[in-house]
């Protein structure tokens, strides 16, 4: 597994709940529906960033715990929580693969967004399978390839290119994707592997959320343009506004979710 060091999202945290795309609801309903959540119970949200996604489950579950390894995303979190008056969440600056071996409780259901690839998959899905509830699971959440990509997106990727380079940097060194899918670690562990996907839904972007999203990003953290930062989001703006004068981007995103179930108990109707 490739170690990236401590600074991999340094500085992105305020970003990163202001610009990411919020989940659609239908996540939500696909968990509570599958997994039959009934407001009992405990869940885990591992690698939480500022932990939007898991306040929304507050109300099906005793207690949500959200770790993640940056403390400013855990500090982002417990501001968060507070502000929307969620009393049953708790926030731990850890890696997952060192809080799920020595975390007291079980849980009903885990979910990773967007940050399995980060983890030791392997490891991690072996600590997590005897502290997870029988009838519950893990909810990779991933993206389900484009149909077809929007100008505007090749438009950012030009201009992202130009200034961050080629090589895509996370942390201390550069990105390296797994060569090895989430399916086929899940269907190596002892949990079963089930793929759904959810139906699609639009996000529309502004200019200012683009650059927001992009140093809320690994790659695209704002310390690796120093001094450059403000000629780099005048290059991106005028790029995007020569596309549309309107400032307004579309995009439509599907969600395919990888599931690892462990059997037995009971559990929420399939789709």
């Not at 932990?51 to 500090?75: H, Y």
């Not at 949990?191 to 695209?220: A, K, M, N, R």
């Not at 290059?235 to 990888?258: N, Q, W, Y």
Request: aromatic share 10%.
């Amino acid at each position: 597994m490739m170690e990236y060091g401590s600074t991999l999202f340094k500085g992105t945290a305020s970003y990163y709940s202001r610009c990411r795309p919020l989940y659609p609801a239908s996540l939500v309903r696909f968990a509570v529906k599958r997994f039959g959540l009934d407001g009992t119970g405990r869940m885990l949200d591992a690698g939480c960033g500022p932990g939007q996604l898991a306040c929304r489950f507050s109300d099906w579950f005793e207690t949500i715990t959200g770790i993640d390894t940056e403390e400013e995303m855990i500090d982002e979190a417990s501001r968060l929580s507070k502000e929307n008056r969620v009393d049953n969440a708790e926030w731990i600056h850890s890696d997952a693969e060192t809080f799920v071996k020595t975390a007291p409780s079980s849980f009903r259901l885990v979910i990773i967004a967007k940050a399995f690839h980060w983890m030791d998959r392997r490891a991690l899905l072996d600590s997590l399978y005897p502290k997870v509830s029988p009838g519950g699971g893990v909810i990779i959440i991933d993206e389900a390839p484009p149909k077809s990509r929007p100008l505007w997106k090749g438009t950012v990727n030009d201009v992202v290119e130009e200034w961050y380079g080629r090589n895509r940097r996370a942390g201390k060194t550069t990105y390296s994707h797994p060569e090895v899918s989430h399916e086929e670690v899940i269907e190596d562990s002892r949990f079963t592997l089930e793929v759904h996907e959810l139906p699609p839904f639009q996000v529309s972007w502004t200019v200012d959320v683009i650059i927001g999203y992009l140093y809320s990003t690994s790659y695209g953290r704002k310390a690796f343009l120093g001094e450059k930062a403000e000629a780099f989001e005048g290059h991106m703006r005028e790029a995007l506004m020569m596309i549309d004068p309107s400032g307004v981007f579309k995009e439509t995103i599907t969600l395919k979710l990888k599931l690892a179930i462990k059997k037995g108990g009971t559990v929420g109707r399939e789709d």
